[in-house]
C-alpha cells in the first residue's frame, strides 16, 4: 500500500513539473499589484500521511518579485531537525520576460543552527537561501520536500502570512488513509474544503484561493490571524517520538499531555523534600507558603533553553533541575509544581501562547501548535495565582505583559481544561511621576524627580535591574529627552509584594533649558515624558483598530520659576476624551511656581475601523501638548 502511495506523489508531482507556465511579469493582472511587493504566481502545498510515524511535506512555489521590498519574501526558509529531513530542494530563477536565468540546488543554501544564545540544547536548523538578483522583477520558482517522523502537528495553511505579497493561485491537499482520522478549521476562507476519495483509496482535502490581493500595512492592526485565512488541521490519532495518543478536544489533549509526558516527572530526593517542609514549617497560610517556595526556586535556578526531550515537549525530571540549577521553561514549571506538592499545594502545568501580542488558544479546535511557553496556575481557595518560573526577579504571581489576559491550556490528572490568565486594567497599570525643578535665570534646569511603575509598567525599568551605575546612567539619559542632561544622585527600588512596585528617584541638572531673551523665558512644558509620534493617515481602511495594552502615565512638574514672570498667553489647558482613552494637560502658575500636570490614559481593546482617524487626531492632539512652548514675560 506504502508503494501505491509514493507513486501516486510521483504522479501528482511530476505531473505538477510538467505544465509549463508563462512567468512574464506583464501577465500579472493589475488588480493584484496594489501594495503588492510580490506575487505569488503558483504555489502548492501537500502534507501526505505515509503512515502513523511519517509525514511527507511536498512545497512547489513560483514567486515574482516586484521590487526590493520583495525580496524577503522570495527567500527560502527551512526548518529541520534529526525528526524533519529534507530529502531535496531545487529551483530556477526568471527574469522579467519569463526567460530562464538560472538554477540552484540545496547546495546553494547556507545550513545553520536555529539555536539561540540561552539554548544549551536544540537540535534545530534552518537551510535558507536568498536569491542574488538586482534586476527587478524576476521570478523564483523552487520545491522541497520534507518528511517529519511524526503525525502530532501539521503546518498550518497561511495563503498570505505576510504584508505586500499578493496571491494568482495557491492550493493547500492534505492527504491520509481513509482511517487517518483529523480535524480541520476554516478561518476566514470562502472556499470550504472539496474532500475526495482518489483512485488509490486515498482521502484527500483541498482548498484553493485564487487572486488574492496583497494586504496592505495598517498600524494599530489586530493579530492577522482574525483576519486572514488559514486552515489548521490536527489528528484524532498520532504517533510522535513513538508515543501514541488520541483527542479530539482540549480535555483528552490535556490529558494525554499529562499522562505521557509529565507524570512521574515530579520525583525529588529526600534531601530536597525536608528542606522544602523544613523552611516553610513555620508558615500557616499556603499563599505565603507558595511565595516561600517560588523564591527558593528563583534563588537556586536560572533559564536555560532546552529543547529536547520528546521533541521538546517533555520537562526534565523535577530531581535533575535541582541538582544541576537550570531548566527550560517547562522543567522549571515542573520543578516548581513538584517542590509545591511537597507542601501539599496543588498546581497546573499550563501552556500558553507568550508574547508581547496577546494570543489566545482556540476554544473549539484543540491542537499541539497553539503554545510556545509553560506557566504556573496555583488555585487557591479564595483567588489564583500565576507564577512566571524562567525569571529570577519577577515578583510572585506577577505575570506581566508576556502572558497576560490570553487562554491557556492547563493539563491536569483529570484531563486538559482552558483558564483565563489575568488582564492587568489600564487603571492598574502605571506610571506616576512628581518632580519638583527650579529654572534659573540663566536657564538651568535642577531638581528632584520620583517615578512609580506598577502594573504591566512595573518592567519598564527591568532593563536597569543588575546594571552598574555606569549603565544606569547612560540608559536614564536615553530615556529623558531632556538637552544637556547630567544625571546626580538616582536609586531604583523594587517592592515584590502582591501589587509589585518599582520606584525611580532621579537627581538631575541641565543648563541652558530654558531659553532666556528680551526679558522673555522660553521652555517645554513637559520635560520629561513626550510623545513625539502620530500614526500616519490610511485611506480606505480595512482592519479594526487594536490596541495591544491599556496604561494610565500621570506626571506633575512644578517649576519654580525667577520671580516676576506672568504668562505671554493664555496657559496650556486641555481635556480629550475618546472611547480608546484620555488626555489632560494643564499649567498654573502661583506666584514663581509653575505647576504642569498631565494624564494619559489609553484603553486596551479592539475598536472599529472608522475610530483610526479619531485615534490619529488624538494622537497629534497629544503631541502638540506634550511639546507645548511656555512664554512667560517679566513682568514691568
Known amino acids: 500500500m506504502r508503494r501505491s502511495v509514493l507513486l501516486f506523489l510521483l504522479i501528482i508531482y511530476s505531473g ?49 518579485v516586484l521590487n526590493k521590498n520583495g525580496d524577503n519574501l522570495a527567500r527560502i526558509v527551512i526548518w529541520h531537525n534529526k525528526s524533519n529531513n529534507i530529502k531535496y530542494v531545487k529551483g530556477l530563477i526568471y527574469d522579467e520576460y519569463g526567460k530562464q536565468t538560472s538554477k540552484f540546488s540545496e547546495s546553494n543554501f547556507d545550513d545553520v543552527s536555529a539555536a539561540n544564545d540561552f539554548s544549551l540544547f536544540e537540535d534545530s536548523r534552518v537551510k535558507h537561501y536568498s536569491p ?77 484561493v485564487n ?28 504517533s510522535y517520538e513513538g508515543i501514541k495518543g488520541s483527542f479530539t478536544n482540549w480535555n483528552e489533549l490535556g490529558k ?73 521553561c517547562k522543567g522549571l514549571v515542573n520543578y516548581t509544581q513538584a517542590l509545591l506538592k511537597v507542601a501539599g499545594i496543588e498546581s497546573y502545568y499550563c501552556v500558553v501562547e507568550a508574547g508581547n501580542e496577546k494570543r489566545s488558544m482556540l476554544p473549539d479546535f484543540a491542537s499541539m501548535d497553539q503554545g510556545n511557553h509553560v506557566i504556573l496556575c496555583v488555585p487557591f481557595k479564595n483567588d489564583t495565582t500565576w507564577l512566571e518560573c524562567t525569571s529570577q526577579k519577577i515578583p510572585f504571581g506577577f505575570l506581566g505583559d508576556f502572558t497576560d489576559d490570553r487562554t491557556v491550556l492547563a493539563c491536569t490528572p483529570q484531563g486538559g481544561k482552558l483558564l483565563h490568565t489575568p488582564r492587568y486594567l489600564p487603571q492598574a497599570n502605571l506610571q506616576i511621576r512628581k518632580a519638583k525643578f527650579n529654572i534659573s535665570a540663566t536657564g538651568e534646569l535642577s531638581g528632584d524627580m520620583q517615578t512609580t511603575f506598577e502594573g504591566t509598567q512595573y518592567d519598564n525599568r527591568e532593563e536597569f535591574m543588575g546594571e552598574s551605575s555606569i549603565e544606569q546612567e547612560k540608559l536614564l539619559k536615553k530615556i529623558y529627552p531632556i538637552n544637556n542632561l547630567d544625571i546626580g544622585k538616582f536609586m531604583f527600588k523594587q517592592d515584590k509584594s502582591s501589587k509589585p512596585v518599582t520606584t525611580e528617584t532621579v537627581s538631575l541638572v541641565a543648563r541652558d533649558y530654558a531659553s532666556v531673551n528680551n526679558n522673555k523665558l522660553y521652555f517645554l512644558i513637559n520635560s520629561v515624558n513626550r510623545r513625539t509620534g502620530v500614526p500616519r493617515e490610511i485611506r480606505n481602511r480595512t482592519t479594526s483598530v487594536y490596541l495591544n495594552d491599556g496604561y494610565t502615565d500621570e506626571d506633575e512638574i512644578s517649576y519654580t520659576l525667577p520671580k516676576g514672570y506672568h504668562f505671554e498667553k493664555l496657559p496650556l489647558n486641555l481635556n480629550v476624551e475618546k472611547p480608546f482613552g484620555t488626555y489632560q494637560a494643564t499649567m498654573v502658575l502661583k506666584g514663581n ?38 512664554i512667560l514675560v517679566k513682568n514691568n
Open 593 to 630: 511656581v509653575l505647576t504642569y500636570k498631565r494624564r494619559i490614559a489609553i484603553i486596551d481593546g479592539t475598536y472599529d475601523k472608522s475610530a483610526y482617524q479619531d485615534l490619529i487626531d488624538f494622537y497629534q492632539t497629544v503631541v502638540e501638548a506634550d511639546n507645548y512652548n511656555t
Open 132 to 208: 542574488p538578483v538586482t534586476s527587478y522583477p524576476y521570478t523564483i520558482e523552487y520545491e522541497y520536500e520534507l518528511r517529519s517522523k511524526q503525525t502530532l502537528n501539521f503546518d498550518s495553511w497561511k495563503p498570505i502570512n505576510q504584508l505586500g505579497l499578493a496571491i494568482e493561485k495557491s492550493s493547500f491537499t492534505f492527504i491520509c488513509k481513509p482511517d487517518f482520522k483529523i480535524k480541520y478549521k476554516e478561518i476566514n476562507l470562502l472556499n470550504k474544503a472539496v474532500i475526495t476519495i482518489n483512485g488509490e483509496g486515498l482521502k484527500t482535502y483541498s482548498w484553493q
Open 16 to 64: 505538477a513539473s510538467i505544465a509549463q507556465i508563462n512567468y512574464r511579469a506583464d501577465l500579472i493582472s493589475k488588480d493584484l499589484l496594489p501594495y503588492a511587493s510580490a506575487i505569488i504566481r503558483n504555489k502548492e502545498v501537500t502534507i501526505q500521511v505515509a503512515d502513523l510515524n511519517s509525514t511527507i511535506y511536498h512545497i512547489k512555489t513560483a514567486i515574482t
Open 211 to 238: 487572486n488574492v490581493k496583497a494586504i496592505k500595512d495598517e498600524p494599530y492592526s489586530p493579530n492577522p490571524e482574525t483576519y486572514l485565512g488559514s486552515v489548521k488541521i490536527a489528528p484524532e490519532n498520532f
Open 256 to 328: 494525554w499531555t499529562y499522562d505521557k509526558l509529565l507524570l512521574n516527572r515530579d520525583m525529588l530526593s529526600a534531601e530536597t523534600k525536608a528542606h522544602i517542609i523544613d523552611i516553610t514549617k513555620d508558615i500557616a497560610d499556603a499563599k505565603e507558603k507558595a511565595r516561600k517556595i517560588y523564591e527558593y526556586m528563583q534563588q537556586k535556578t536560572r533559564y536555560i533553553s532546552i529543547q529536547i526531550g520528546i521533541g521538546g515537549y517533555q520537562p526534565f525530571i523535577a530531581d535533575e533541575v535541582d541538582k544541576l540549577g537550570y531548566g527550560d
